[in-house]
């Protein structure tokens, strides 16, 4: 096995090494230690930086090479999609079960039995979500939570953390509903970390690692609208493809 050389990061919370730092392999490994501080966490997430660690894993933090991202108005409904959102009749919410939506995600799913989103992860994600930058949007089938996301409010990127879903299509319903409400607001670029299958077959476009952070440098300095993410049910913005 090969030994890595990694930077410990410093009691100050607000220094990171450079992303481009991070090691080819594994891709984008940066930094390991320091804490999930709300401080900490908002600076990382503005560097291009994020958590990622196992259970008795030391914390460790990333810069992939390449990063998922949908720009604004990539995200659509097939018509397949739309029709399964109107016949079982979902609706959607954002910042109502903030707490809910992260265990879900956080639920062993098949094949993967364990989950990077530990008991640690799951606190510090709550600590940022009072204060304002963590959010959540829900899907809901009459009173049951059956679907969402959360992630983390960066000017005018959202940078999605994780999704889940109880029911067939409840994730991409969240991720095409929010993509739509953000663009109510004139926002609506979406980072979604590392490409996967699911991703590029959604719309995700692969974005090299100084693309990323030319594109997050400019969008991170816009404000955040006030009555973006206030907490309660939103209109439903499924249109079919």
Same mark, same amino acid.
Request: charged share 15%.
């Given at each position: ?13 607000? !220094? ?5 730092? @991070?090691?080819?392999? /594994? %891709?984008? #490994?940066? *930094? ?28 460790? !933090? ?5 990063? @998922?991202?949908?720009? /604004? %108005?990539? #995200?659509? *409904? ?164």
């Amino acid at each position: 096995m090969t030994a890595l050389w990694l930077p410990e990061l410093t009691s100050e919370p607000t !220094w990171f090494p450079a992303p481009q730092s @991070a090691l080819s392999e /594994p %891709d984008g #490994l940066l *930094a390991f230690g320091g804490d999930l501080s709300v401080t900490r966490l908002r600076q990382a997430y503005q560097q291009g930086i994020f958590p990622w660690f196992s259970d008795g894993d030391p914390l460790l !933090w990333w810069s992939p090479s390449i990063r @998922a991202v949908f720009a /604004p %108005d990539s #995200l659509r *409904a097939g018509r397949s999609l739309w029709r399964d959102w109107q016949k079982q009749q979902y609706h959607f919410s954002c910042n109502q079960a903030f707490a809910d939506v992260v265990m879900g995600c956080a639920a062993p799913r098949p094949n993967q039995p364990s989950t990077w989103i530990t008991k640690e992860i799951q606190q510090a994600y709550q600590r940022l979500h009072q204060a304002g930058v963590a959010h959540s949007l829900e899907v809901w089938q009459q009173d049951k939570l059956v679907g969402g996301l959360y992630g983390i409010q960066v000017g005018h990127l959202f940078c999605g953390e994780s999704m889940f879903n109880r029911v067939p299509n409840a994730a991409k319903l969240a991720l095409v509903q929010l993509q739509h409400y953000l663009q109510s607001f004139q926002l609506g670029w979406i980072d979604c970390q590392m490409p996967n299958p699911f991703l590029l077959q959604c719309g995700a476009r692969p974005l090299p690692r100084p693309d990323y952070l030319e594109l997050l440098q400019k969008l991170a300095a816009l404000p955040v609208p006030d009555a973006l993410w206030q907490s309660g049910p939103l209109p439903a913005m499924i249109k079919p493809q």
